[in-house]
């Protein structure tokens, strides 16, 4: 079992940057691919970033390749978001996940067991 605790978000202007951070409980976490979701107000909850448990290799949606960077830090037991260029449509809560020896390409997929954090608020103005 792991528990997540994500931070770093925050009221941002468009065009801006945060980092979100997870850390992760657990001395298994190198076992675990980790991703970030994100759920809007009156919207479903959507995949944005995933990196795999062996290799690293990530993996995103469409709407935010090449704005946002997904990496971890095995020896902190950490997974972040660097988010550039922000924008109002980016405004949502962020959701630290992890699912046991996941690649970043199942990430997405919403079968098995996942573990979940808290959440925490983007929220970017225009």
């Known amino acids: 079992q792991v528990q997540l605790a994500e931070s770093g978000g925050g009221l941002v202007q468009a065009g801006h940057s945060l980092r979100l951070s997870c850390a992760a409980s657990?001395?298994?976490?190198?076992?675990?691919?980790m991703g970030w979701f994100r759920q809007a107000p009156g919207k479903e909850r959507t995949f944005v970033a995933g990196?795999?448990?062996?290799?690293?290799?990530?993996y995103y949606a469409d709407s935010v390749k090449g704005r946002f960077t997904i990496s971890r830090d095995n020896a902190k037991n950490t997974v972040y978001l660097q988010m550039n260029s922000l924008k109002p449509e980016d405004t949502a809560v962020y959701y630290c996940?992890?699912?046991?020896?996941?690649?970043?390409?199942?990430?997405?997929?919403?079968?098995?067991?996942?573990?979940w954090g808290q959440g925490t608020q983007v929220t970017v103005s225009s």
């Open positions: 996940a992890a699912k046991l020896w996941a690649t970043a390409q199942t990430m997405p997929i919403m079968t098995g067991q996942r573990y």
């Open positions: 657990g001395r298994t976490f190198n076992t675990f691919g």
């Open positions: 990196i795999s448990w062996s290799d690293s290799s990530t």
